[in-house]
């Protein structure tokens, strides 16, 4: 059963940036789809972006062109990279993982999340 921990979230101003990292505990070519998701303060999770095992990547509208979604396979690691960070990108940023196994399940995993905070 695959682990992610999260790190890289803190404190930023407006305009800021910062680099989360996701590190996985088995090799991440094996993983269908990673994503990223966040929940803010009274709010469900939403999703943010996702990197597919073939290295196609999807982005909410709210963060395409100032989110990046990469990986580096060597390290079992992916990234979201934020720049231009907005107060409403205040929130807990959660990797997750799918695994689809040979009859067609999906096996979904979560870290433990990291927080982000945008804020003068």
């Known amino acids: 059963q695959v682990q992610l921990v999260e790190s890289g979230g803190g404190l930023v101003q407006p305009g800021g940036s910062l680099r989360l990292s996701c590190a996985a505990t088995?090799?991440?070519?094996?993983?269908?789809?990673m994503g990223w998701f966040r929940q803010a303060p009274g709010r469900q999770r939403e999703w943010v972006a996702t990197l597919r095992a073939g290295g196609d990547t999807y982005y909410d509208d709210s963060v395409k062109g100032r989110f990046t979604m990469s990986r580096d396979i060597g390290k079992n690691t992916v990234y979201l990279e934020m720049k231009s960070l907005k107060p409403e990108d205040t929130a807990i940023y959660f990797c997750?993982?799918?695994?689809?196994?040979?009859?067609?399940?999906?096996?979904?995993?979560w870290g433990q999340g990291t927080q982000v905070t945008v804020a003068s």
């Open positions: 997750n993982s799918e695994i689809i196994d040979e009859r067609g399940t999906s096996a979904y995993q």
């Open positions: 088995t090799n991440i070519l094996s993983i269908n789809r």
